[in-house]
């Protein structure tokens, strides 16, 4: 079974628009995290937000918030104002078990933004 | 921030010939690292792990004798691909774990491999 499900391969918005990318995610453990990334035409993985399991509100960082919805095991990044610099391939992904020691991480399969003038 | 960086950034090499991609930590100590494979517009698939001075841990169906890592100090860790074939032209993303109880990887900026 997949870990990590990104059910969307492409997604389309105007600028200045908001955009959902959708991810959920498979695990037995109660200890894990959530992570997406910006993957630009360059390559490099730029980290952009993180969702610890037991952390009780929605992480937010400037226009990247996460919408956690832990008993649906869903995790959804919101980009609010899209901008066309946010064009680039996003990717969630999950660390399973406690922080410290083994930082295992596994990634879904990709989301493709494309921001529209 | 935390820097890391990755050397060469692209290589291109003849069949049977072997490649080391290094990866570095410049502003941090970084006692794992981890090493990464990306085929064109797929995912990331996780390698193998390398921990500083012990041997690294490679992922089910990673073969060890051919993607050999090491990582010898605390900012730097090698991947040698060895005898390298076309099926092992890829993308090769390392990242590195700052501290012991940090979750946040670093990631370098990968280095394209083409094996003509």
């Known amino acids: 079974a997949q870990k990590i499900t990104q059910t969307q391969p492409g997604m389309f918005v105007q600028e200045k628009e908001a955009v959902t990318l959708d991810c959920t995610y498979d695990t037995s453990d109660p200890s894990y995290g959530l992570f997406w990334y910006k993957q630009p035409s360059s390559g490099e993985m730029i980290f952009l937000i993180y969702?610890?399991?037991?952390?009780?509100q929605n992480a937010t960082e400037g226009r990247y918030s996460l919408n956690f919805q832990k008993a649906r095991k869903s995790a959804n990044l919101v980009i609010s104002a899209s901008q066309l610099g946010d064009s680039a391939m996003y990717f969630c992904?999950?660390?399973?078990?406690?922080?410290?020691?083994?930082?295992?991480?596994?990634f879904g399969t990709g989301t493709k933004l494309q921001v529209i003038p | 921030g935390a820097v890391v960086s990755q050397h060469p950034s692209w290589v291109i090499c003849k069949s049977g010939t072997s490649v080391k991609i290094e990866c570095r930590s410049l502003?941090?100590?970084?006692?794992?690292m981890f090493w990464y494979r990306q085929f064109p517009k797929q995912s990331l698939m996780l390698m193998a792990t390398?921990?500083?001075?012990?041997?690294?841990?490679?992922e089910q169906g990673v073969e060890k004798d051919k993607f050999l890592i090491n990582h010898a100090s605390l900012t730097l860790s090698t991947l040698t691909v060895t005898s390298a074939h076309p099926e092992d032209s890829s993308f090769y993303i390392c990242?590195?774990?700052?501290?012991?109880?940090?979750?946040?990887?670093?990631f370098g900026p990968g280095t394209r491999l083409t094996v003509t």
């Open positions: 969702q610890g399991s037991y952390d009780q």
């Open positions: 992904a999950m660390r399973e078990g406690p922080s410290g020691g083994y930082q295992k991480v596994t």
């Open positions: 390398s921990n500083e001075g012990s041997k690294a841990t490679y």
């Open positions: 502003d941090f100590q970084a006692t794992t």
């Open positions: 990242s590195a774990v700052r501290g012991r109880s940090s979750y946040e990887q670093y």
